[in-house]
Nanobody, 124 residues
Framework: QLQLVESGGGLVQPGGSLRLSCAAS????????IGWFRQAPGKEREGVLC????????NYADSVRGRFTISRDNAKNTVYLQMNSLKSEDTGVYYC?????????????????WGQGTQVTISS
């Protein structure tokens, strides 16, 4: 069964950090671009960052520039989202998704596989 599983979410105070992980099972991430999306309550899902096989990335959310970074460890079949200087507006469910053609896009319809999401809550 092809599956993506996110982990690492939780409750953090403003200014704190979290590292989210996206692990694949049933397939290898080697030929996939992996995107991170998030969805706040009452809002549409938005693209955050995406990383291609070679390690180059695309940023789709100006609000996270300089605070979030994306990386991948193909040997561990895992992609990470490092989130620093967290703000209350970063609260939401974070999803990772895989594009089998190694293409990044801000459009969630461009992705083939999705994880179930992990909740991130920023609150004092």
């Amino acid at each position: 069964q092809l599956q993506l599983v996110e982990s690492g979410g939780g409750l953090v105070q403003p200014g704190g950090s979290l590292r989210l992980s996206c692990a694949a099972s049933g397939f290898t991430l080697d030929f996939n671009a992996i995107g991170w999306f998030r969805q706040a309550p009452g809002k549409e899902r938005e693209g955050v960052l995406c990383i291609r096989l070679g390690g180059d990335s695309s940023n789709y959310a100006d609000s996270v520039r300089g605070r979030f970074t994306i990386s991948r460890d193909n040997a561990k079949n895992t992609v990470y989202l490092q989130m620093n200087s967290l703000k209350s507006e970063d609260t939401g469910v974070y999803y990772c998704a895989a594009n089998r053609r190694n293409r990044c896009s801000y459009d969630h319809n461009a992705y083939d596989y999705w994880g179930q999401g992990t909740q991130v809550t920023i609150s004092s």
